[in-house]
Every structure is written in C-alpha cells, then in structure tokens.
C-alpha cells in the first residue's frame, strides 16, 4: 500500500479534525507521535478490527507526510470498510474520503498499483449507494482502473477480486439496468461474463489463498451458476480460515454461514 496527503480535497477539515483529537487524548506532556508511530499505530488499530482508530491514526501519520503513498493507500482500504459498517450521509462521506485519497494515491505514484486498485475497490463500495444509471456510469472507470492495476501488477490478488465482482456486477444485469446502460453507457460493456468471474475469482484466491472474501465472494458466484458442491467447497473455507485477512473478515465469515445455510443438503 501507500500514503500521501491531498491539499485541498474535500473533507479535509474532517481529517484535520480527527487527526487533532488524537493529538487531544494524548497524555498531559506526552510527546507527539512520528510517522512510523501513528503508521504503526494504525496497522494495529487496523489488524484488531477497530477501523475508526484506525482511520484517525493513518490521518495523523498523513499529517506529517502528504504524499505517502502507503498512508493513503491503508487510508482508502480502511475508509471504504469502515463505511461498510455505517449508515446514511455519514457512510457516503466515508466512502467519499476513501475515493479521495485513493485519487491522492494515484497522483502521488501513478505508476504504482497500489493505488489505482485501491481506487477501484473504493468506486466499487461508493457505486452501492447510487442509483442504477450512476452505477453503470462508475462501472467504467471500476474497469478501467482494474485493468491498469493488473498490466502494471498482474501478481495483486485484489485487483483480480475487483475484476471478478465487475463481471458479476455486469453479467448480472436485469433488464432494466441493461434499458439504463444502453442510455448511459451506449450498451453493456463487452466481456462481463460468469465465466471470466469464475477465472478472475481463481487468480484471486491463487494469489491469496487464505483472504477469506475471495472465497465468499466466489462462493456467491458458484451458488449464483447453480454448482452447489462447489459453492459449499468455497464457502466451508471461507468459513474456516483464520479471521486475520481483512478487518472484515468476521462479518465475510458470518455471510459465507449464512449462505451456507441456504445451500441444498
């Protein structure tokens, strides 16, 4: 990953804000953090779930490094999670800092995986909240920042993910949504299939095989193409990795059950 600051962005004031308040809770005469502390402080934070520490910890480490690449690239992966676990005006903030300073990301080492993946994840979660023509219109720069990700590093497990829920997201279509990419998008993009899911899903977990989401999102997949014996294969793994993988990883474990559950004896 990476880190930087935006001069300028849109929210700011929010991250000055927060970064100040941990400065705030500091012990009386207690020297201010480096870098590398509040870095390592966030990592932590990160590591045990607890992503709005999380989030004010890599701010105050952007504090005294603008254009960290690392920063900004944990930045936007803990914003676009956190805002998961949010609601309303205050989830499409977040997921609005997140897109933000994967933007930063990008400008600060364009040449870098790191952040156009980032990028990508986070237009993914944004797209959630948005309508069905707003979506599609996302879709084209999801696709084209994965596709950049990978011809720079076709090693990056994520970027395969992200490739992956594209298609579903694509192949999946109902007819209105198609009516609405006809308009937006001038047609369906080219390409999005369950088949190159299926093979994006398996560079993923080739890549990373104890991510537990990359399981429960190929497992949804094999479920949605009607092989249960394989969804079951994938799901039971997702199930029964070690929950160290993504700060998400309980929530991942506690869908890939429930699915489970649902799946023909």
Same mark, same amino acid.
């Given at each position: 990953?990476?880190?930087? *600051? $935006?001069?300028?962005?849109?929210?700011?004031?929010? /991250? !000055?804000?927060?970064?100040?308040?941990? #400065? &705030? @809770?500091?012990?009386?005469?207690?020297?201010?953090?480096?870098?590398?502390?509040a870095l390592a402080?966030?990592?932590?934070?990160?590591?045990?779930?607890?992503?709005?520490?999380?989030?004010?910890?890599?701010?105050?480490?952007?504090?005294?490094?603008?254009?960290?690449?690392?920063?900004?690239?944990?930045?936007?992966?803990?914003?676009?999670?956190?805002?998961?676990?949010?609601?309303?005006?205050?989830?499409?903030?977040?997921?609005?800092?997140?897109?933000?300073?994967? *933007? $930063?990301?990008?400008?600060?080492?364009?040449?870098? /995986? !790191?952040?156009?993946?980032?990028?990508? #994840? &986070? @237009?993914?979660?944004?797209?959630?909240?948005?309508?069905?023509?707003?979506?599609?219109?996302?879709?084209?720069?999801?696709?084209?920042?994965?596709?950049?990700?990978?011809a720079i590093d076709?090693?990056?497990?994520?970027?395969?993910?992200?490739?992956?829920?594209?298609?579903?997201?694509?192949?999946?279509?109902?007819?209105?949504?198609?009516?609405?990419?006809?308009?937006?998008?001038?047609?369906?993009?080219?390409?999005?299939?369950?088949?190159?899911?299926?093979?994006?899903?398996?560079?993923?977990?080739?890549?990373?095989?104890?991510?537990?989401?990359?399981?429960?999102?190929?497992?949804? @997949?094999?479920?949605?193409?009607?092989?249960?014996?394989?969804?079951?294969?994938?799901?039971?793994?997702?199930?029964?990795?070690?929950?160290?993988?993504?700060?998400?990883?309980?929530?991942?474990?506690?869908?890939?059950?429930?699915?489970?559950?649902?799946?023909?004896?």
């Amino acid at each position: 990953m990476t880190s930087e *600051r $935006a001069p300028g962005r849109p929210g700011l004031v929010r /991250a !000055a804000a927060l970064a100040a308040a941990i #400065v &705030a @809770l500091a012990p009386s005469g207690a020297a201010a953090r480096t870098f590398e502390e509040a870095l390592a402080q966030g990592d932590q934070q990160y590591t045990q779930a607890h992503l709005p520490q999380a989030q004010a910890a890599y701010l105050e480490a952007l504090g005294d490094s603008a254009s960290d690449l690392v920063v900004l690239c944990r930045l936007a992966r803990t914003e676009s999670e956190l805002a998961e676990l949010q609601k309303g005006d205050e989830q499409r903030r977040t997921r609005a800092d997140a897109v933000g300073h994967a *933007r $930063a990301a990008i400008k600060a080492a364009p040449d870098s /995986a !790191a952040g156009h993946v980032w990028l990508a #994840v &986070a @237009l993914g979660r944004q797209a959630l909240s948005e309508g069905p023509k707003a979506k599609l219109a996302l879709s084209r720069e999801i696709k084209s920042e994965v596709d950049r990700a990978i011809a720079i590093d076709p090693n990056v497990g994520r970027a395969w993910h992200v490739a992956g829920m594209w298609n579903v997201k694509l192949a999946s279509l109902n007819a209105f949504e198609r009516m609405a990419a006809n308009a937006v998008l001038g047609g369906v993009p080219k390409g999005a299939s369950f088949e190159n899911a299926e093979k994006a899903f398996q560079r993923a977990i080739q890549l990373e095989p104890e991510y537990v989401n990359h399981r429960l999102e190929y497992g949804r @997949l094999l479920h949605a193409m009607h092989r249960d014996a394989d969804a079951r294969r994938e799901l039971e793994k997702a199930a029964s990795l070690p929950p160290t993988s993504d700060a998400l990883d309980a929530r991942y474990q506690a869908e890939a059950r429930e699915l489970l559950g649902k799946l023909p004896k």
